[in-house]
């Protein structure tokens, strides 16, 4: 297939609440540099995806608060591409957004949709097992996803069980499962005909518009409505987002479809979700400290993540283990290592506090 007929959307519109203090309303994850490489996550996702998509090619679709801040930090990527969502409506909705603006430009475009702020590490992996899924995609009525080969039995993750057929690069998916019990999740592991669901799509736009009427008709109706790549186009959007449902795209159709496609992929990757992942991902010390800064001192201590954004502040930490310390201009954050899941209810419980919001 010729690269004008691929097209790309990186979703960009969460909050990252499990990544407070670091990751705030007003500069969630996506644009943020979680691991000192001098490239925020965003950033990362189109460098990735560029060598096979031409820039007039790829969307980004996040929050209308964050137009501006995708646009400083992609300026490659035409200003037009970036769109904004009115309203906060899980991933159902901006994927059918966006296919009908991409399939009102190119009937015959087949797309990937990648999450803004995942860990790629065998980049030359990625790329390839993409082709793979873009010629999947564009020849066939599928619904194709890259799924991860798991590397322990993590709660954290969805699951996709596929139907082994010996000797193919693509498997029929069986069945996915939100994230399980450790149990089950080990169970999983031993079976070895389960996959982690990256959240990694591709589609053609005549395939995933057949899912959408048959899965989802009502929102599909709502966006009907609307005329796209035209002047009236954000005012009709903001007309409907309010009645749409609220509904992943995962549970929306990917559960039900019958035509739903998997393509094992060992790609070294993380959706950097909690700050335990990125202390695994991180580089650390001799006392397995992870910890970018120029003016520490530590003392028996082992396991930390330390984070503090200030880079003249210097740093003394005495007999702590296994600790997240997150230090920002408005913040500190003191945890276990192993409470990072808590981390969403830090934030509940501080938005109650009076005049809460504003650390939030």
């Known amino acids: 297939m010729s690269n004008s007929d691929k097209y790309c959307v990186i979703m960009a519109g969460g909050i990252g609440s499990r990544f407070w203090p670091l990751s705030t309303q007003k500069f969630p994850k996506q644009f943020q540099d979680i691991l000192g490489t001098g490239r925020t996550m ?3 996702t189109y460098d990735r995806i560029k060598k096979i998509i031409p820039n007039e090619n790829i969307f980004v679709i996040t929050n209308k608060e964050y137009i501006t801040l995708s646009h400083q930090q992609l300026p490659e990527v035409p200003e037009e591409n970036i769109v904004g969502e009115p309203l906060i409506k899980n991933t159902a909705a901006c994927n059918l957004y966006m296919a009908n603006k991409i399939a009102e430009l190119n009937p015959n475009a087949t797309m990937i949709v990648l999450p803004a702020d995942h860990l790629i590490l065998r980049e030359d992996i990625f790329l390839e097992k993409v082709e793979v899924a873009f010629d999947l995609a564009s020849k066939n009525d599928y619904l194709v996803t890259l799924g991860i080969t798991p590397t322990r039995p993590d709660t954290g993750y969805g699951y996709i069980q596929f139907v082994d057929k010996k000797g193919s690069e693509h498997f029929k998916v069986k069945t996915f499962t939100e994230k399980p019990i450790l149990e089950l999740a080990k169970s999983f592991m031993e079976s070895g005909d389960f996959l982690w669901n990256a959240g990694i799509f591709i589609w053609n736009v005549k395939t995933i518009h057949h899912a959408f009427e048959m899965y989802l008709p009502e929102m599909t109706q709502h966006f009907m409505a609307c005329e796209y790549n035209a002047d009236s186009e954000k005012s009709c959007i903001e007309i409907i987002y309010p ?20 393509i094992p992929s060992d790609l070294g990757w993380s959706d950097l979700g909690t700050w335990t992942s990125v202390y695994e991902n991180a580089e650390k010390d001799e006392n397995e400290n992870a910890v970018k800064q120029k003016h520490i001192l530590t003392y028996n201590t082992e396991g930390n993540i330390i984070h503090v954004k200030n880079s003249n502040k210097a740093i003394v930490i005495d007999g702590l283990k296994d600790f997240i310390v997150v230090d920002t201009e408005k913040v500190l954050l003191i945890c276990p290592r192993d409470h990072d899941q808590l981390i969403k209810d830090y934030v509940l419980d501080l938005k109650n506090l009076k005049k809460g919001e504003k650390f939030i």
């Not at 009645?243 to 998997?262: F, H, M, P, R, T």
Request: proline residues 0%; hydrophobic residues 40%.
């Open 42 to 44: 965003i950033q990362q």
């Open 243 to 262: 009645k749409v449902q609220k509904i992943s795209i995962d549970n929306g159709i990917l559960e039900k479809a019958k035509n739903v496609y998997v």
